[in-house]
Nanobody
């Protein structure tokens, strides 16, 4: 079993930046694709971005393209989400998740394709 742990959330003014980190242990981290999701109060969890096990392929929700960048450092067992030009509508709890099959990168926004989830980190963007 693997347990992702997110960090890096906080409060920022609109137009600012934050970098989220997700560290996962308990599996061969470098063998699994990872993703970021977010959930705002009263809304469903939504896909933000995902990355293949090597880091060579990425996939973004349309609204985040150009502002967010997902990356990973397998030597550190860590996935990052760099968020720039943040907007108040980006306010949410951000979750890191692990796809279920090794050496497979599923291009899907469906949370059900992810087996393990972190507890989330709050991001608040003020106007």
């Amino acid at each position: 079993q693997v347990q992702p742990v997110e960090s890096g959330g906080g409060w920022v003014q609109a137009g600012g930046s934050l970098r989220l980190s997700c560290t996962a242990s308990g599996r061969t981290f470098s063998s699994y694709a990872m993703g970021w999701f977010r959930q705002a109060p009263g809304k469903e969890r939504e896909f933000v971005a995902s990355i293949s096990w090597t880091g060579g392929r990425t996939y973004y929700a349309e609204s985040e393209k150009g502002r967010f960048t997902i990356s990973r450092d397998n030597a550190k067992n860590t996935v990052y989400l760099q968020m720039n030009n943040l907007k108040p509508e980006d306010t949410a709890v951000y979750y890191c998740a692990v796809q279920g099959r090794s050496y497979t990168f599923i291009l899907s926004m469906d949370p059900l394709k992810y087996d393990y989830w972190g507890q989330g980190t709050q991001v608040t963007v003020s106007s």
